[in-house]
């Protein structure tokens, strides 16, 4: 009998796990997944026939050995022998499969997008870029802050650079800071950065600075006349024909196909493990009752919180008391008539709630 690999979700993950110990063949992945789908956070929910995507993924890697796994998986239908994708400033040519590809519906599309975020009532391109559109949003009283206390944090920086906020401060100064920072990291991460460490901006934001964006800027002005349909702030990506959860639903099928098992609404809610090596998992269904399942792997995409706290026996004391996670809540809108979506909308800075954008 091949050793059996319990794996812990069946989001992109756990799926990717499972398919790949399938094709290589040399043990069994049983999948335990606490809903009733398949795609965790990169699903694709149906309502009334229609579908709606838990976050519009954009399917870009900087490794080719992950947009060739995708391309297996969901071929990409054009015309050109060739595509560019752009995500996030990154550009590469991809080869494409040709029509045939379409014949499923098993398809990748390539998806040109502008994204922007709805700032200030208005809507500034999304990474943030020094153009025409964002200094007019911007308006010049603001401007003028901006200038000044860059000026300022150039002349006095912050000497005792501890947290995420004395970093960006010194780098942006305290109105950029205030405008396209504070609340925005705090949204996303759920801690104010003057509680982050400066480090952990250096890692992130170690390309970005004023000067920077200001040479980029006028760069960009020299080759196009009008910065707001410059090319540059087009990305084109790749997008399963019906949503992110086509290809997690592939995925799935081959799995199953190929011998796995994928076990819905069974939430895994503790590890065995002894001398240190797991033995089984414990899981729930919806109607409480347990089951134990003996494993000699375990993959686990679950949150490492809730994994340390349902090991047994309980992890050292130590283990797992800082680990937070973050939850994620996505409102969707049904409008009777087709909306008119033309970008990905995100709310940034300002605290309200964001909604989900239409694909394709
Ligand atoms: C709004 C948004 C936009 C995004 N955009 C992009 C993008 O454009 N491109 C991109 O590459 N990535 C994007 N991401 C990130 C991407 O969604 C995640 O990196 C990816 O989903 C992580 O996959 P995962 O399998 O690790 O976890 P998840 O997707 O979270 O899946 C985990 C699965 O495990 C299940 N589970 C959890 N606990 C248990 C348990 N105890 N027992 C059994 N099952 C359990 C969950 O139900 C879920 O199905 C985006 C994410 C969000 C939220």
């Known amino acids: 009998m091949k050793p059996v690999v319990a794996i812990i979700g069946a989001g992109p993950a756990g799926l990717t796990a499972a398919l790949e110990l399938i094709r290589d063949g040399r043990m069994m992945p049983i999948v335990f997944e606490a809903s009733d789908q398949v795609g965790g956070i990169s699903r694709t929910v149906e309502y009334k026939g229609n579908r709606m995507d838990i976050g519009g993924h954009r399917f870009f890697s900087k490794s080719d050995w992950v947009m060739n796994w995708w391309r297996e998986i969901l071929p990409i239908a054009a015309g050109d022998d060739t595509v560019e994708v752009a995500y996030q400033g990154q550009r590469r040519k991809i080869a494409t499969d040709g029509t045939a590809a379409s014949e499923r519906g098993l398809t990748m599309l390539v998806r040109r997008r502008l994204s922007r975020i709805y700032f200030l009532r208005k809507y500034f391109d999304y990474p943030i870029k020094l153009n025409g559109t964002t200094l007019a949003n911007l308006g010049p009283l603001r401007l003028l802050r901006i200038g000044f206390s860059y000026t300022w944090a150039m002349l006095f920086p912050r000497r005792n650079v501890r947290s995420l906020e004395d970093f960006l401060v010194n780098r942006f100064g305290g109105e950029l800071y205030r405008t ?6 705090e949204k996303v991460w759920g801690v104010p950065c003057s509680q982050i460490s400066a480090e952990w901006g250096a890692q992130r934001i170690k390309g970005l600075s004023v000067i ?73 269904d919806a109607l409480g009752q347990q089951e134990e399942m003996a494993a000699d792997f ?11 706290a349902g090991l047994l026996a309980p992890a050292p004391p130590a283990v797992g008391r800082r680990q937070d996670s973050r939850g994620t809540t996505v409102s969707g809108l049904h409008h009777r008539r087709p909306a008119a979506v033309a970008h990905a909308r995100q709310s940034a800075g300002e605290k309200r709630s964001c909604q989900p954008h239409a694909a394709g």
């Open 180 to 185: 396209f920072f504070m609340d925005y990291t």
């Open 212 to 284: 920077e964006a200001i040479k980029h800027a006028l760069r960009q002005g020299k080759t196009a006349k009008d910065q707001t349909t410059s090319t540059s702030l087009i990305e084109s990506f790749l997008y399963p024909r019906l949503g992110p959860g086509q290809l997690w639903q592939e995925v799935a099928r081959r799995v199953v196909a190929g011998g796995g098992d994928i076990r819905f609404a069974r939430q895994v809610v503790g590890v065995r493990h002894a001398a240190g090596t797991v033995t089984a998992v414990l899981t729930t």
């Open 298 to 308: 375990v993959i686990s995409t679950m949150s490492v919180k809730d994994l340390v």
